[in-house]
């Protein structure tokens, strides 16, 4: 009779892997929090407060991706209401209420980009989470206890 033998051993590449992995998700969790921090400072640092009429957050500090989105939304109908409900684009070139338009809609483009600038920060403050969770895992199945299985095979007859 024979016998099968299966060793696994603790494998010190693989708690490395995990490790480096931990390492890689604690830097982007703190990246996207010092990112998120980082706009909503310069936000604030602006000194704008959601419109009174906006649809939420009336008189608030703009220094959210919540009140960015709400007072771009609000620009948009105040820039639509000055000029008679025409874009930018639909306005002539000689309309004088064309620079409004134009105002209202750089406004919110800037407005926009920080709220994307909030979602990128959020993005990757969860693939940081998601890089420790899953380094965690590897590192800890790394460092299981070696398994030896001893089987014994059957001998084929002729």
């Known amino acids: 009779m024979s016998s099968v033998v299966a060793v696994t051993d603790h494998s010190k590449g ?3 892997v995990g490790i480096l992995s931990i390492i890689a998700g604690i830097i982007f969790v703190i990246a996207g ?6 706009v909503s400072v310069k936000l604030a640092d602006e000194k704008i407060t959601v419109s ?14 919540w009140t960015a989105f709400a007072q771009a939304d609000i620009i948009s ?17 000689d309309d004088p209420l064309r620079a409004t338009a ?3 809609s750089f406004l919110r483009a800037s407005l926009f980009t920080s709220v ?3 979602g990128v920060a959020a993005l990757v403050m969860g693939l940081g989470v998601l890089f420790i969770l899953t380094g965690w895992a590897i590192h800890t199945l ?17």
């Not at 009174?52 to 991706?65: I, L, R």
């Open 14 to 16: 693989i708690r490395v």
């Open 33 to 38: 929090g010092v990112t998120w921090g980082a």
């Open 52 to 65: 009174e009429d906006a649809a939420a957050f009336g008189g608030a500090t703009v220094n959210s991706p």
């Open 77 to 93: 109908h105040h820039a639509l209401e000055a000029t008679g409900g025409k874009t930018y684009a639909e306005l002539e070139k």
């Open 102 to 104: 134009m105002n209202g």
């Open 116 to 118: 994307v600038a909030f």
């Open 142 to 158: 790394g460092r299981r206890p070696a398994v030896v299985v001893d089987e014994v095979a059957p001998r084929a007859t002729v």
